[in-house]
């Protein structure tokens, strides 16, 4: 009963979406060699990728329910590769949730239920799986929120579609197939669907890309199945700021606080 106060009381409030800088990109690489192969297209993207190691700053949650209501919220992020975050949201300008992972033990507490639980970072996505898939490693997500899709391992890759702009994969796995969009000329991720066994497709894609480095202004999810929608936009934030590791790890508060483990 209580874990599942845990998940109403989270689900009630974790929905966020958020926006980024502002400011133009000029492409600088050449497009695409019409013989280019996946491998060194993604060793090209995470190369350009690697230089964002962290991130700091604030975005919205915005969630899209299968009613057809929607809900926002406010957020204050850390981000660190690999699997490092810490997360604020609040509900008019009070904190309602903090999250934290350190890679290793996550923490997260419910402010206005006065409840502390903490366990394996591992288990962080299930507890959020409301508002971020959770089937997604932390390994992944944080590397997605910095504009790099996951790609998981295949046994067949097939180039299924290709214009000036875009080219298209498909990747068969054992149990899963993925499709993966890039943009040719800036050798970006567009976006992504996951089909695997016993889960429901998921999809990810990204809105467009401001700053320097370039980052998405939004982030998407979405699970066509449970018609259920989820974008960040970014709307403020610091690339690659230092990040002590105390600020990815909580302790219980003082105080009338109940704590449980994941």
Known sequence: ????????????????????????????????SSKARLPELLRQIRDKRSSIQSLEGRAKLRVYHPNGRRSTYRLFFQL????RLFFS?????????VATSDGKNCALYQVTQKAFWHGPSARLPRVLGRFL?????????VPILFGELPVL??????????????????????????RLWIETLTRR?????????????????YGTF????????????????????????????TVNPKIPIKSFQQ???????????L
Not at 158 to 178: E, F, M, P
Not at 251 to 261: A, C, E, I, M, W
Request: hydrophobic content about 35%.
């Open 251 to 261: 302790t219980p508060p003082k105080g009338n606080v109940k704590v449980y483990r």
């Open 89 to 97: 949201i609040t509900v008019a300008m009070q904190p309602v949730i």
């Open 133 to 141: 898939p959770p089937q997604l490693p932390l390994e992944q997500l």
């Open 1 to 32: 009963m209580q874990r599942g106060l845990l998940f109403l009381t989270v689900s009630s409030l974790f929905f966020l979406a958020g926006c980024p800088n502002k400011g133009k990109v000029k492409p600088t690489s050449s497009p695409v």
């Open 210 to 237: 401001r700053g320097t480095p370039p980052l998405p202004k939004r982030v998407i999810f979405e699970n066509k199945k449970s018609k259920q929608r989820i974008v960040w936009i970014f709307y403020k934030y």
């Open 153 to 178: 391992p295949a046994k067949q890759v097939k180039q299924i579609s290709k214009t000036t702009k875009l080219v298209a994969y498909r990747l068969q796995g054992d149990k899963h197939v993925q």
């Open 189 to 205: 991720f567009v976006k992504t669907l996951f089909e695997t066994q016993g889960k429901p497709p998921l999809s990810l894609r």
């Open 80 to 83: 660190q590769r690999p699997n």
